[in-house]
């Protein structure tokens, strides 16, 4: 009798024993108690004894996969970052607009400083035109030092332009920037 009690709980542990599902190396779905070591990096699938999965168990990732996902999960921190950034320094829209009128204010203030060296420098180059020409109505050559100093009006002029056109740049830049930040916050804000 104890006998074939043990062979009936032997019997019962087979049908609930888990089978696994997987594909073979010619493409074939297997079923059987394991998982021979070659295919467990392709996937597999745990059934129980009715047949029903239990659990899935994906295929393992290639190379490329592992640092597609690294890189992406490296991503999602620096926009995380970026966004508790974004909130610390800008409570409200409000906020946001207010530095983005007062970065743009610096720059045009920088530019009209340039303009308004540009217009000195002019009238400085025109002074320096005016001696040299006397000079040279005179009959004198040129003084050397009036051309150096000429030279280097014309240089501070250039110098001056090229940085204007940097500060329009840089207006450019912040607009988009700003662009940006505003719709970002703005979804942060409405979660």
Do not use: C, W
Not at 125 to 147: C, H, I, Y
């Amino acid at each position: 009798m104890a006998m074939a009690l043990g062979s009936i709980a032997m019997a019962a542990d087979a049908q609930s024993a888990d089978l696994y599902r997987y594909v073979n190396d010619k493409g074939i779905t297997v079923l059987d108690r394991s998982v021979p070591p070659q295919h467990v990096s392709r996937g597999y699938e745990i059934l129980d004894g009715d047949g029903r999965v239990k659990q899935v168990v994906p295929a393992a990732l290639t190379p490329e996969e592992r640092e597609a996902a690294r890189a992406a999960e490296r991503e999602q921190k620096r926009r995380h970052s970026a966004d508790e950034t974004l909130l610390r320094l800008y409570s409200s829209l409000a906020d946001l607009d207010r530095a983005y009128s007062r970065q743009v204010q610096q720059i045009e203030n920088l530019i009209a400083t340039s303009e308004a060296g540009i217009l000195t420098l002019n009238a400085q180059r025109d002074d320096l035109q005016s001696r040299a020409a006397m000079q040279e109505r005179a009959g004198r050559k040129v003084d050397p030092q009036l051309l150096r100093e000429l030279a280097e009006v014309e240089a501070e002029q250039r110098r001056l332009q090229r940085l204007i056109s940097n500060n329009r740049q840089d207006i450019a830049t912040v607009n988009d920037t700003f662009a940006s930040r505003r719709q970002r916050l703005e979804q942060l804000l409405a979660d």
